[in-house]
């Protein structure tokens, strides 16, 4: 088996043709249908990525290829590839296949990424388990009787069984961080407005982010670089300086201070979970990392704050999707009311509705002030707490879940408690900061454990910084 720690290895392994890309590539497809079963892929690129393997292991030998030469990534069936599905695993986009590309995913092409396929999700990324997919649950490669966690659970899973190098993923209120706890891997939610938007299927717009998952914090770096930076075609992405963030993981120089917000070690975190993350703790403290209490007393309010901004987001969003423009249209459409009737109900899953539903209430005129305009002002609240946490310290350790996987069917029946598991991740996006998964062993059931790192906007550098440092110094002894 072809084997190597990250991209930098893989392009040395690469240069002294230990291997081809061509070869790698057949092993990624033939370990996708021995996996079959994960049901992580919605659509497989199989020409297409031999093909582009060939023309990649060519600038290779060049000496022409880009700063992602060969790395092989999947996408989240979200994401619009030109001419390729965008399901965004809905029965209502079944047959729809997009007409442009997500300048995100372009930016992988443009440095010589091969896209091998899409990956399964919940939804329009709605959910935390991946069993809202119309096309079936993702299953966890660790055991496949659990969770992946959700809602970008297909690409988690697809790096976490080594069916790929890397895959992208969107995190609107941890769907990035938690299905990569749950499967053992690094998962990145960027800053809001650091990645481009253009050619994601919008869930709620104001929380929307697209990252990576990888096996190593190297490999999230450098597929942060890539991704990163202004675009003209989204109106919310930042004209910021871009970063060198994989130069910048080497520089140790800086001696961060370390916050551990109180209110994400109460009630509710397993025990097990608990241990861990404090022996992590106290590893820092004796490599003289600088570690505080810190407080963010909002947020006991962060879950409900999240649910009403985004479900109201969600119903604008989804209003597009009506049977006249877009994918799946109603045979019972003997008038234009009844066919948008009917293809919505037909088209959408039960969560999917929900939302809709509870977004259209909560928009709604007698309850507008109520509801939306009172979380608004509860966003700003849970904001003004993390401003003032980082003006003390440079980065938040918590836990990223309450617990490890859940078997598939635990949380099925009842919404409200598969939502409580978004409690550590959702303040990161009500706030628009960044976060990253580092995963730091198992508990008693060999199921993989995650602990959040998040910084300030725009320092996605200090989570990498300490990321590699958990990575290579403190999890290895
Ligand atoms: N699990 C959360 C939800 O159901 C987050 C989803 C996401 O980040 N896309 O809304």
Redesign the pocket.
Known sequence: MISYKNHSEKLRLLNEEKFSLVENVQEFLSRIEERKKLNAFNSLFVEEALQRAEEVQQKISKGSAGKLAGMVIAIKDVLAIKDKPLTCSSKILENFTSLYTATAVQKLIDEDAIIIGKTNC?EF????SNENSAFGAVKNPVDETRVTG???GGSAAAVAANLCDVSLG???????R?PAAFCGIYGLKPTYGLVSRFGLTA?ASS??SIGPFANSVEDIALVLEVLAGHDKNDSTSIKTETKSYSTLLRNDEQKLRIGIPKEYFAEGLSAEIKVKIESVIQKLKEKNFSVEEVSLPHTEFAIAT??IL?TAEASSNLARFDGARYGYRSKQSSSLAKMYKSSRSEGFGS?VKRRIMLGTYVLSSGYYDAYYKKAQQVRRKIKDDFIKAFSKVDVLLTPTTPTTAFKLGEKTTDPLE??L??IF??SA?LAGIPGINIPIGKDKNNLPIGLQLLANQFEEEKLLLLGVILENEILTD
Request: glycine residues 14%; hydrophobic residues 20%.
């Open positions: 919940d990324a709605m959910g935390s959700g809602s970008s969107t995190d609107t209120g941890g769907s990035i938690q869930f929380f929307d999240y649910y985004t969560e598969m939502y598991s978004d991740t959702t996006n």
